[in-house]
């Protein structure tokens, strides 16, 4: 029903910026006005954590206070995208990046991986000090 695709990932040194985008596509707005859209990232030997999540379609999209003042999170309703926007990034950001979709009608959004059933394949960010 909902395909992911990420794009945007790089190697950059510290301080430096990159911008993800998620193109969404599949039956999401036509039956969906509004549903959970968030950006994992999942470090080698890690565990997948969020690091902004909220509804789409209009909806609020918070990151979180982990990434907060450096991270921003926007949307395209037209192009059907969510971008990542990154900010002088830190070695400890080097992750592979996951936009996931959750059509679960919830109160809020949730922030762990287990809720979302729709995922992108990923895109790698090294930042190298």
């Known amino acids: 029903q909902v395909q992911l695709v990420e794009s945007g990932g790089d190697s950059v040194q510290t301080g430096g910026s990159l911008r993800l985008s998620c193109a969404t596509s599949g039956q999401t707005y036509k039956t969906y006005k509004y549903y959970c859209l968030a950006w994992f990232r999942q470090a080698p030997g890690k565990e997948r954590e969020a690091v902004a999540a909220g509804y789409t379609g209009g909806g609020t999209i918070s990151v979180a206070d982990s990434v907060k003042g450096r991270f921003t999170v926007d949307e395209d309703n037209a192009k059907n995208s969510l971008y990542l926007q990154m900010n002088n990034l830190k070695p400890e950001d080097t992750a592979m990046y996951f936009c996931?979709?959750?059509?679960?009608?919830?109160?809020?959004?949730?922030?762990?991986?287990?809720?979302?059933?729709?995922w992108g394949q990923g895109t790698q960010v090294t930042v190298s000090s």
């Open positions: 996931a979709a959750d059509l679960m009608v919830r109160p809020r959004c949730s922030w762990s991986p287990d809720d979302y059933n729709y």
